[in-house]
């Protein structure tokens, strides 16, 4: 995985282990929310975070959404691209682990796996 090529803006605050600038992001994405132009829906794309979706499911539309995030030839997914990062810069280590803390307890699901069916969490 060559990052300088194939993350987007939020997958660079993932591979960089950037916790503030990854709460920053959920935190202006759920902000983006309209109740004088359309009180049901909120404003959500890839490159921003932030397709239409309830104002009520606003939170689990979120998470699902970076779950959903892959990223480059072999559709990384975020745990993959946070393992990836403290592969290729073992001292940030600790910023990836508190990013994937953060991850976990919002409620973003663990389970992804690449292309090779490859997961970088054990559930037990």
């Known amino acids: ?30 902000k983006n929310v309209a109740p004088e132009d359309n009180p049901k829906s909120v404003v959500i794309s890839r490159s921003d975070i932030c397709t239409q979706a309830s104002v009520l499911s606003l939170f689990s539309v979120l998470l699902n ?21 403290i592969l290729i810069q073992p001292r940030r280590r600790r910023q990836a682990m508190e990013v994937a803390r953060w991850l976990i307890d919002a409620g973003v699901p663990v389970d992804g796996t690449d292309l090779a069916g490859k997961q970088p969490l054990r559930i037990r």
Not at 6 to 25: P, Y
Not at 66 to 85: D, M
């Open 1 to 30: 995985m060559d990052p300088t090529t194939i993350l987007d803006a939020f997958g660079e605050l993932i591979f960089q282990s950037d916790l503030e600038g990854v709460k920053s992001k959920f935190e202006r994405c759920k």
């Open 65 to 85: 959404l970076i779950y959903t995030f892959r990223w480059g030839l072999v559709q990384t997914p975020v745990f993959n691209c946070l393992l990836l990062s």
